[in-house]
C-alpha cells in the first residue's frame, strides 16, 4: 500500500471528523464504534491483504481522531472558576492578550484571566467591550468589575458564540467598570510590546505626512491596520472586491518578504536569502498583531514565497495541505467558524494548483498589459467565488479587474510606505518625498475602488445556496483542473507546471 493513499486517507478522515462534529453532536460510545469498526477492517486486511479495507479503517480512525479533537477544544479553553461566575457580578483581574480592537465608539479587549474576586484561577479568554477613553495596550494588567455572561447569538444566521469559542473567548463583559493596574513584564510580552510601538511610532508618521484615508490604506497594506479607514471608503472596497489589500493578507506578507529579500546582495547565498524572507515574514506578523489571521496569512505566505522563488509548487502544494491539517489540530473549530482561514487556504490552493494552467491558457495575453496580476487574480477568485456565495450570497461582478488594476499599484505602495518609515527615523522631511508619492499610488488606488464600486449592479445578490451546491460547485473547479476547458494538455506540459515557479507578481 503506497504511502501517498494512506496519508490522503488519514487526512480525508481527519478532516471529515472535524466538518461532521461541527455540525452535529457524537455521543461516546457512536466514536468508539468507529474505532471498533475500524480496526476491525484492519484485521481483514491483514487476512486478504486488500489495500481498501486498510484505506477504509484509516479513515474512520482519523474520523473519531477528529470528532475527539474538536470536543477538546472546548474542554482546554474552559475554566471552572469563570463557569460558575456567569451571571453575577465579579472582579476580574488579567492581561490584555491581543492588541486592542479600537472602534468608532467602542475598544474591544480580549483579556487573559488570572483572578477572580481576589484569588488565583485557571486561564481563560475573556472579551470585554468597553469605552474609547482611557486607551488601553497590549501586555496591560487590568481589573474589571461588572457582569460576566455567556456570549449569545443576535443574529439566526451567524453564531457569534461559535465564532468567539473558535479563539478561546467563552465569556464577556459589556462596559464594566476598567483601571489599569500595571504593565506585565514577561520577556514575551515585553517583546511584542516594542513591536507595536515600532508600529504606532510608524502609523503617527504616516498620519503627520499624509491625509486619511490615503495614510490608512497605507498603514492597512503594510502593517495590517485599518482602524481609522472611514466607513464608505471601506465599502467602496468592499463592493469592488478588493477589501483583502486593506489588510495584511497572504499576498501582501509575500510581497514583504520579497523586497527584504532582495535588500541582502546578490553574493549572498540562496539559503540565506530565503531565511531573511520567511524571517521578514514572521517579524511583519508579530507587529501586525500575530492575532490567529494574521499568523494564518503569514503561513499562507510562507508556502507561497518558497515555492515561488524555488519553482518548487509540487512541494509547496503538499506543504499547503499538511499546514492545512496542522492547523485544524491545533483549533478545529477553524474548518466551520473562520471564514478567514477558509479563504486564505482556498485562495493559496488557487495560486498553486490552478494559477499554472490559468497561465497556460492566457499565453497570447501580452505581458505589458498586467498577465501575471490577471493570472493570479483570476485562480484567487476561482477558488474562493463558491465559498463566497456560499458564505454572504453575494459575488462582485467588478472584482477581476477592479483587482487586476489595484494590485498593479500596490507592490510600489508597499515599497513607498516601508520607505517612509526608514527614512522619517532621519527627519520627516526626508521621508516626505516618499510620502507624496504613496499619496499619488494611494489616491489612484481609492480611485478605483469607487469608480468599480458605483458600477450598476457590481455586487450581485444570490439566493441562499446549500452546501450541497458548494460541493457541487468545488468538484466542476476539480474536473476543469484536470481537463481544462476541454483541452487535452500534454504530460510535457502538466510537468512543466509542476516545475515552474508561479506568476512573478503572485509573490
Not at 91 to 104: H, K, M, N, T
Not at 170 to 194: M, T
Not at 281 to 298: N, P, W
Not at 420 to 443: D, E, N, S
Request: hydrophobic share 55%; no cysteine; glycine share 6%.
Amino acid at each position: 500500500m503506497r504511502s501517498p493513499a494512506v496519508a490522503l486517507a488519514i487526512v480525508l478522515g481527519f478532516t471529515a471528523g472535524i466538518g461532521l462534529r461541527s455540525f452535529a453532536a457524537f455521543s461516546f460510545w457512536l466514536v468508539a464504534a468507529l474505532v471498533a469498526l475500524g480496526f476491525f477492517l484492519l484485521i481483514i486486511y491483514a487476512a486478504r491483504k486488500a489495500p481498501v479495507f486498510a484505506l477504509a479503517a484509516l479513515v474512520l480512525i482519523a474520523s473519531a481522531l477528529g470528532i475527539l479533537r474538536y470536543d477538546w477544544k472546548d474542554a482546554a479553553s474552559r475554566s471552572a472558576d469563570l463557569d460558575a461566575a456567569v451571571g453575577r457580578t465579579i472582579a476580574l483581574r488579567g492581561v490584555i492578550a491581543q492588541e486592542p480592537d479600537e472602534r468608532e465608539r467602542a475598544t474591544r479587549l480580549v483579556i487573559l484571566a488570572r483572578e477572580l474576586d481576589g484569588r488565583a484561577i485557571g486561564s481563560g479568554l475573556v472579551l470585554a467591550t468597553v469605552g474609547r477613553f482611557p486607551e488601553f495596550s497590549y501586555g496591560d494588567i487590568v481589573e474589571l468589575r461588572g457582569i460576566v455572561k455567556t456570549p449569545e447569538n443576535f443574529d439566526r444566521d451567524f453564531d457569534y458564540r461559535a465564532y468567539l469559542a473558535k479563539d478561546g473567548i467563552l465569556w464577556e463583559f459589556y462596559f464594566p467598570e476598567i483601571q489599569k493596574i500595571g504593565k506585565a513584564n514577561d520577556a514575551w510580552i515585553r517583546f511584542r510590546r516594542a513591536l507595536f510601538a515600532v508600529k504606532r511610532a510608524y502609523l503617527d508618521r504616516l498620519g503627520e505626512l499624509m491625509p486619511e484615508p490615503n495614510a490608512s490604506l497605507v498603514g492597512g497594506l503594510t502593517v495590517g491596520a485599518r482602524k481609522a479607514m472611514p466607513e464608505d471608503v471601506l465599502d467602496d472596497f468592499r463592493a469592488a472586491g478588493v477589501l483583502h489589500i486593506v489588510v495584511l493578507s497572504g499576498y501582501n506578507m509575500t510581497l514583504i518578504a520579497r523586497m527584504i529579500a532582495k535588500i541582502a546582495p546578490s553574493f549572498i547565498p540562496y539559503a540565506f536569502r530565503l531565511s531573511v524572507g520567511l524571517a521578514g515574514i514572521a517579524v511583519f506578523a508579530l507587529m501586525a498583531g500575530a492575532s490567529a489571521t494574521v499568523v494564518r496569512a503569514s503561513l499562507m505566505a510562507a508556502i507561497l514565497y518558497v515555492a515561488g522563488i524555488s519553482g518548487r509548487v509540487y512541494q509547496a502544494k503538499i506543504a499547503l495541505v499538511a499546514a492545512g491539517i496542522l492547523m485544524l489540530a491545533f483549533n478545529p473549530k477553524l474548518l466551520r467558524f473562520d471564514l478567514s482561514f477558509q479563504l486564505s487556504f482556498l485562495a493559496t490552493a488557487g495560486l498553486l494548483w490552478l494559477a499554472p494552467t490559468i497561465e497556460f491558457l492566457m499565453r497570447w495575453f501580452p505581458k505589458f498589459l498586467g498577465r501575471e496580476y490577471a493570472v493570479t487574480t483570476i485562480a484567487a477568485q476561482i477558488a474562493v467565488t463558491p465559498l463566497l456565495l456560499y458564505s454572504m450570497g453575494t459575488i462582485s461582478l467588478s472584482a477581476l479587474p477592479a483587482n487586476i488594476l489595484i494590485l498593479l499599484a500596490v507592490p510600489p505602495t508597499m515599497a513607498m510606505g516601508a520607505m517612509i518609515g526608514l527614512f522619517a527615523m532621519v527627519h520627516a522631511w526626508a521621508a516626505m518625498p516618499f510620502a507624496w508619492i504613496a499619496y499619488l499610488l494611494t489616491h489612484y488606488e481609492l480611485w478605483i475602488a469607487r469608480v468599480f464600486a458605483a458600477v450598476p449592479f457590481a455586487e450581485v445578490a444570490f439566493p441562499d445556496i446549500s452546501i450541497i451546491v458548494l460541493w457541487v460547485m468545488y468538484i466542476g473547479i476539480g474536473a476543469w483542473l484536470v481537463w481544462p476547458l476541454g483541452l487535452k494538455k500534454s504530460e510535457n506540459v502538466v510537468k512543466e507546471n509542476e516545475r515552474s515557479p508561479l506568476p512573478t507578481e503572485a509573490m
